[in-house]
């Protein structure tokens, strides 16, 4: 069964920084491109970040491109996600996913809806003075 529990959400003031986690198990993680989405109160899902299964390649959302860093340990089946300079509408649920099919190139996956990539429960960021 495939399990993603993501950590690290909390309330910080605009500016400041967090550094998101995720525990991947249930599947070979080093086979699969991985995916932070995010959700803000009456808004749709939207990825925020793409990293390719070996690492090697990244994307990000136009919104967080420069201040966000996606990174991944294959060895520990963890996916992070580095948030610098964060600012309100950054404020939302986090939540990791996982390409529902192995070795796909990110240019391939950031086209899917996210709606459809198995996520995790989430951990909220908030950004509020």
């Known amino acids: 069964e495939v399990q993603l529990v993501e950590s690290g959400g909390d309330l910080v003031q605009p500016g400041g920084s967090l550094t998101l986690s995720c525990a991947a198990s249930g599947f070979i993680f080093s086979t699969y491109a991985m995916i932070w989405l995010r959700q803000a109160p009456g808004k749709d899902l939207e990825w925020v970040s793409v990293?390719?299964?070996?690492?090697?390649?990244?994307d990000y959302a136009d919104s967080v491109h420069g201040r966000f860093t996606i990174s991944r340990d294959n060895a520990k089946s963890q996916l992070y996600l580095q948030l610098n300079n964060l600012q309100t509408d950054d404020t939302a649920m986090y939540y990791c996913?996982?390409?529902?099919?192995?070795?796909?190139?990110?240019?391939?996956?950031?086209?899917?809806?996210?709606?459809?990539?198995?996520r995790g429960q989430g951990t909220q960021v908030t950004v509020s003075a």
């Open positions: 990293i390719s299964n070996g690492g090697s390649t990244t």
């Open positions: 996913a996982k390409d529902p099919r192995p070795y796909r190139a990110i240019g391939d996956v950031v086209r899917d809806t996210p709606s459809t990539f198995p």
